[in-house]
């Protein structure tokens, strides 16, 4: 099959591109495919006639946001449609990736695919629009929602903590935000198994999905994690002691949900087939691949 992937260069991209190699894959980064372009779209899809687009695209700085409402929209709502409307001119699938943040968090059980939404800030109310545009423009496409991703690969809470634990002897966490870790290799794992189902005659699993890692914690739970495989590692000498705090006590410029965990129960049964969402696995790898020169 051939997939050309958008946002190349971001975690999930760098992941998609070292995990897709039974495939013939055109990876293009920002600067090779900007995706608010709807006429470089159309291009990049006539030229290399892909049988499957995967959008790693996006603007993911959640409270930059809410200063670059216009640049957050472009991309998170307007490229997803640009996406979408030329993949529908050539009838090639499109998977596109979401985020919990389209939930407001007053949950009090994981949230499944068809749970009612509700944005708390620009990022999520962004890629919210971005999602309901592929849903309006093209039947044959995959959302899949992901949360709290980490990988070896860019900026990312597991990076931070690693950087802060190594200057500081204490540091404050938030404890009332409860998520789904997840690696974004797992991501790319699960949508690498599902490509070749999408061109099965018959395959009718086009919508919405949830995809999180496997266990619910809070950022100090995730933090304490980290800290304790770092040292494993031996990647840090010590662990810092971390102070659990309210998010009240650490207040941002975007809203977070309190609880956005997410039920990954509808790509298992996509799938037919076992796959990957051991976060604490993930974390472990990613700490290796820090460690590597
Ligand atoms: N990170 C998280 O915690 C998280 C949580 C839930 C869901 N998600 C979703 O998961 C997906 C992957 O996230 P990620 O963590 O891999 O994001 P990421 O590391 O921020 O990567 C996003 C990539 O998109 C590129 N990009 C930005 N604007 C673009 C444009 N106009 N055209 C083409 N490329 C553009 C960025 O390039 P530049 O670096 O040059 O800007 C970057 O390489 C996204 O859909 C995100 O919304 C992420």
Redesign the pocket.
Known sequence: MKILL????????RCFQDRCTDHSLVA????E????DLDAVQRACKTHLPDVVV???????VDRAEQEVDLAV???SA?PQNLAVACAERDIPLI??????VFDGTATSPYLPDSPVSPLGV?GQS?WQGEEAVRRTLNQHLII???????E?????VKTMLRLGAEREELSVVADQVGCP?Y?GH?ADAIVALLPLLKQPGFDGWGTLHFGGDRAVSWHQFAQAIFAEAVDQGCLPQAPRVLPITTEQYPTPARRPGYSVLDSGSLAELLGLRFCNDWLQGLRFTLERLAQP
């Open positions: 958008t946002g190349a260069e971001g975690q999930f991209g293009l980064n920002r600067s495919l900007d995706i608010t959008n790693g695209a996006a603007y993911t700085a472009a991309v998170n490229g596109h990736i979401s985020t919990d943040y990022y890629k929602r992901t949360a709290w991703v980490f990988s690969y860019g900026n990312n809470f997840t974004a991501i």
